[in-house]
């Protein structure tokens, strides 16, 4: 009996048992942000292999026991643990993985934890910068990166930036860092086609900015790879600095759909004080002059050309997907008018990403897509015309006592008169057309060998970018410009590619617990192809056919022009990265490259690099400093290169010579065009630097100091080849250049008291470049100024001991008591008329490299509210105002032209022409409020939700760029940089900061919302 009970209860005790271990759990999981459901989410019971995932609703279940754990994990969200009690439903709001975010920085062909970075690598959030009208990416780090300077050449849509990460490292060649978009890197030469004769008589506004095919919504951040150790990866690229911008990638769970919009309204930020139409009338009668082509017009020149621009942008994005695949799909449109009449532009893109893994996450491929189309209607402002200049230069001389139009409508012009133009007409009747499109792809597959041994992964990266660019261009026989030769029309087309293939391994392990290892080596292929053509014809008898027909016009003006042009890399690279415990950090790599640009003897160059960091908080002498939380010193040294001189440099070229007679016939001929160096190689920079990271009280304050030396030899330069010869120079390698400078970046939270949030940033640099040597040379003179009788002149010197751009000149001391004329010093002389200090006793009068740069920013939440501000501002920067020089001359009276007030207010004579001397380089320092922003995000939009649907967020906000400028500099604008080369031989020698009718920057004002659905 009693063994029958015993029987009895022990089955009774499994059946309770069984009925434990099936019982049943459900819920839901969602997005702790949302409140929006997630597919596909991972739950295991804890040391079991039992588990199962989340359906489309996030909804799930499982069978488990009472005191199991559930384990929740999924993609891009912190793991959260659950112990099964009683319940029936457990429900689960995931939060996202915010820090792993965080502390992830892009490095050349990988990711690294920031906490373990030893190179100067610094990260943006896009989302954080990308605030007011934002047209290319690289506006979203200006001032926000210590050691990197921009500078916005000038305000028209898509206009060109000088970008300098401490410092430039050229003299010749191209000082822009190298572009990496999503592990692509990108050629930045830029795609604009060109025109034939142009300047002077053919205005144009020059080259755009390369990289405003890119929806700055579209980027999830941007890496800047500062110092040579961390660029030395992408080797014979990496001189000048590497950006890497990364795009945004789609997230598990429900569909989400982001829209963002605004409207901006930009207008004449500062306008030049020029005679109005009475003060020209009085200086005519004061100095006696004829009154017969003078005019009862009162027009202000800068008014008529410029308005109120009105331009407008629209994001539409969505994105979602299962623990397998996600996506993200955008669009965006944007179009933006210029504040110059007939001027802007308009731009159509689209982006999708998709990510996808496989055999158990073995397998991981990464596809993304950029297509881009934009139409640009440029302004013919043309900055370096000579004496005729373009439609800016016109804006200054044109008399302000002279109408617009005429009575009958037409366009008022000066009869007899083909120097001087209606700005208005030109920027009206001047067709200038660039529609381009661009397709940037990448493909990138992971696959993990574990079958071989733990944490050996393979990649393939494959990238295409292609671009292809047409332009229309016409004057009209009506316009003074082309009135001579009947009218003109042009056409141009340009198409550029890259192909990349890269294969590369890398193999990352843990060793008993303190030894953390990667290895990464592989090869990379990249091509790159430039063809093109131009065609003009002169000499229509209508202007009907605007460019549409170049056959209409006189077949004996008829012009062409062809080009193609190949280069290849190809590259063998690797890197090693050691820590010990996350105490001892070392990284090394290695690249070779083999460039077709260069010589024979030279086509292959090694660069490396390592360094060296060292946790100095996790050692017992700090352990015990309760203000430190993480203490870090970097030591970093490498060897990086630069290409970008442009093809077939090194090899001899030939090119037309123009026809001659042989015997009774007519043929064309050929002759050398450049001289072949077998020996040209690569201009090398080797750099150095030591920085400190700190983080202090818990990240209260955070933040990095560094100084860095950057050294560059075998500059590219010019050289006379002996006589007689089929070309007077050749390229070589010859010269030194040397930036010295400290970089400090500092973050501080203020206030942090739940409602109540305020965070300050400040970015500092000062850089010093030197050039040290020209090859045996003592001098070389570049800096080409512009304007009547100014265009033979070079106001800026090369020499050993000074900084690259600096100017010189005869020294302005004041004006002749008894004559009014400007006089000046020189070397040997102490007083003299300007123009009588010939060349060889000019002085150093300035540089146009600021002692240092700066940015602050502000961050302040309360409750729904957030309040930003961006300053940004450079101190000690001098700049050539070569428009001053040129319309502050009281001798433009003799020819009937405007000019600035200033030149009634200096006793200079009547007859005296313009004279170049120190009196116009002036001081470009400047603080501006780069942008402020005000914003409100609705926390309960359920009463919306009723009307459109399921709202994850809402945003609105308010947002002012270029507020305002403080500022000794009396141009348009400090920040100015006219591309305004001399050359020596066949390559330019670059200039920097020279301002000559450049495009005035707006004032911008913008209002916008945001939605998440």
């Not at 030469?189 to 080259?207: F, I, Q």
């Not at 504040?339 to 990510?355: A, C, F, K, T």
């Not at 990086?640 to 007679?661: D, H, K, M, Y």
């Not at 920067?877 to 007030?901: G, H, I, M, P, Q």
Request: aromatic letters at 10%; hydrophobic letters at 35%.
């Amino acid at each position: 009996m009693v063994k029958k009970i015993l029987l009895l209860s022990t089955l009774m005790l499994c059946c309770v048992s069984l009925a434990f271990a099936q019982r049943t759990i459900t819920g839901t999981v969602t997005d702790a942000d949302s409140g929006l459901p997630l597919p596909g989410v991972n739950i295991a019971i804890k040391g079991t292999m039992t588990g199962t995932t989340t359906d489309i609703n996030g909804q799930y279940r499982i069978q488990a026991n009472q005191g199991d754990v559930l384990v929740f994990s999924f993609v891009g969200y912190l793991t959260q643990e659950v112990p099964v009690g009683t319940q029936d439903v457990i429900d689960v709001a995931l939060a996202v993985d915010e820090v792993l975010l965080d502390e992830v920085v892009v490095v050349g062909y990988g990711t690294q934890r920031r906490a373990n970075v030893t190179g100067s690598a610094e990260r943006v959030n896009a989302d954080e910068a990308n605030v007011g009208l934002v047209s290319a990416p690289e506006q979203l780090i200006q001032g926000r990166v210590a050691g990197v300077n921009i500078i916005q050449n000038g305000g028209e849509p898509g206009a060109p930036t000088t970008v300098r990460i401490r410092g430039g490292t050229s003299i010749s060649a191209s000082n822009e860092p190298l572009y990496v978009i999503d592990g692509v890197p990108i050629d930045n030469a830029g795609g604009t086609p060109g025109l034939l004769n142009e300047g002077g008589n053919t205005p144009s506004s020059g080259r755009k900015n390369p990289l405003v095919f890119l929806n700055p919504n579209d980027i999830e951040s941007i890496d800047v790879l500062k110092d040579a150790s961390a660029a030395a990866i992408y080797g014979s690229r990496g001189a000048n600095g590497v950006i890497l911008i990364t795009t945004k990638k789609g997230r598990a769970g429900q569909v989400q759909v982001d829209y963002d919009g605004y409207v901006s309204t930009s207008n004449f930020a500062r306008k030049l004080d020029l005679l109005t139409a009475e003060e020209y009338w009085a200086a005519v009668r004061f100095y006696g002059l004829p009154e017969d082509n003078l005019g009862n017009a009162d027009t202000d020149w800068q008014e008529a050309v410029t308005r109120d621009a009105v331009s407008h942008q629209h994001n539409l994005a969505f994105g979602g997907g299962t623990s397998a695949t996600q996506y993200r799909a955008s669009v965006s449109y944007l179009k933006q008018e210029g504040i110059i009449i007939d001027s802007g532009l308009e731009r159509v893109s689209g982006r999708i990403n998709v990510n996808h893994s496989a055999f158990d996450d073995r397998l991981r491929i990464d596809t993304r897509l950029t297509g881009s189309f934009f139409n640009d209607n440029r302004a013919p402002f043309n900055q370096t015309g000579g004496f005729e200049g373009g439609l800016l230069t016109n804006v200054m001389k044109y008399n302000p006592t002279l109408p617009v139009r005429r009575a009958d409508g037409t366009f008022f012009e000066i009869p007899g008169q083909t120097s001087v133009r209606n700005p208005v007409a030109m920027a009206e009747q001047v067709d200038d057309i660039v529609k381009t499109t661009r397709l940037l792809g990448s493909f990138k597959a992971d696959y993990d060998f574990t079958f071989i041994t733990e944490g050996l992964t393979g990649t393939v990266n494959l990238g295409l970018d292609r671009q292809q660019a047409s332009r229309r261009y016409f004057i009209p026989g009506a316009n003074p410009l082309k009135q001579a030769v009947n009218g003109e029309a042009q056409q141009s087309n340009r198409e550029q590619s890259s192909q990349l293939i890269e294969l590369y391994g890398t193999y990352a392990r843990l060793f008993g617990d303190a030894h953390n290892v990667s290895l990464v080596g592989g090869y990379s292929f990249q091509e790159f192809l430039q063809e093109g053509f131009q065609a003009m014809a002169q000499g229509f008898v209508t202007d009907l056919f605007e460019f549409n027909n170049l056959a209409a016009g006189n077949s004996e003006t008829f012009s062409i022009s062809s080009f193609k042009q190949k280069n290849r890399l190809i590259s063998f690279f690797g890197r090693l990265n050691y820590d010990y415990r996350g105490r001892y950090i070392l990284s090394a790599s290695l690249r070779r490259d083999g460039s077709s640009r260069f010589g024979a003897d030279e086509k292959w160059g090694f660069f490396p690099a390592f360094t060296l960091g060292w946790r100095l908080s996790d050692e017992s002498f700090l352990q015990g400093v309760e203000a430190i939380s993480d203490l870090k010193l970097r030591v970093g040294w490498g060897v990086t290169g630069s290409q970008e001189i442009g093809n077939l440099r090194s090899l001899p070229i030939f090119g037309s010579a123009g026809n001659a007679v042989l015997g009774e016939q007519e043929v064309s001929g050929v002759a050398p065009t450049n001289f072949p160096n077998p020996d040209l190689k690569w201009e090398e920079t080797t750099q150095f630097n030591v920085g400190l990271d700190f983080d202090l009280w818990d990240s209260r304050v955070y933040g990095s100091v560094e100084y860095y030396v950057k050294n560059t030899d075998d500059l590219l330069l010019e050289f006379e080849v002996p006589q007689p010869a089929a070309v007077p120079t050749r390229l070589a390698n010859a010269g030194e250049m040397k930036n010295t400078g400290v970089d400090v970046a500092l973050n501080a939270v203020v206030l942090d008291r739940g409602d109540l949030f305020l965070e300050f940033g400040a970015t500092f640099n000062r850089n010093k470049n030197e050039i040290e040597n020209l090859g045996g040379r003592t001098q070389i003179f570049t800096g080409r100024a512009s304007g009547a009788g100014l265009s033979q002149l070079n106001t800026q010197i090369l020499t050993p001991g000074e900084p690259f751009g600096t100017f010189f000149g005869p020294e302005f001391i004041g004006f002749d008591p008894q004559t009014g004329i400007q006089l000046c010093r020189g070397a040997q002389t102490q007083s003299a008329p300007c123009s009588d200090i010939g060349q060889a006793e000019w002085l150093i009068i300035g540089s146009a490299q600021p002692d240092f740069t700066y940015g602050l920013t502000t961050n302040l939440t309360y409750k729904n509210w957030d309040f930003s501000f961006f300053i940004r501002g450079e101190q000690g920067r001098d700049v050539f105002n070569n428009t001053a020089l040129e319309y502050s001359s009281k001798n433009l009276l003799n020819t009937n032209v405007n000019f600035l007030r200033q030149a009634l207010e200096d006793p200079t004579p009547l007859a005296e022409a313009p004279q170049y001397s120190s009196r116009w380089i002036q001081d470009a320092s400047f603080l501006r409020m780069e942008n402020i922003t005000l914003g409100y995000t609705f926390r309960n939009v359920t009463s919306l939700n009723a009307l459109v649907g399921t709202i994850r967020r809402a945003r609105i906000y308010v947002s002012a760029n270029n507020l305002f400028v403080i500022t000794p500099y009396d141009g348009f604008d400090p920040e100015v940089n006219t591309e305004a080369s001399s050359s020596v031989g066949n390559i330019p020698i670059l200039s920097l900061g020279i301002d000559y009718t450049n495009y005035p920057r707006p004032r911008t004002f913008t209002a916008g919302i945001s939605l998440g659905f």
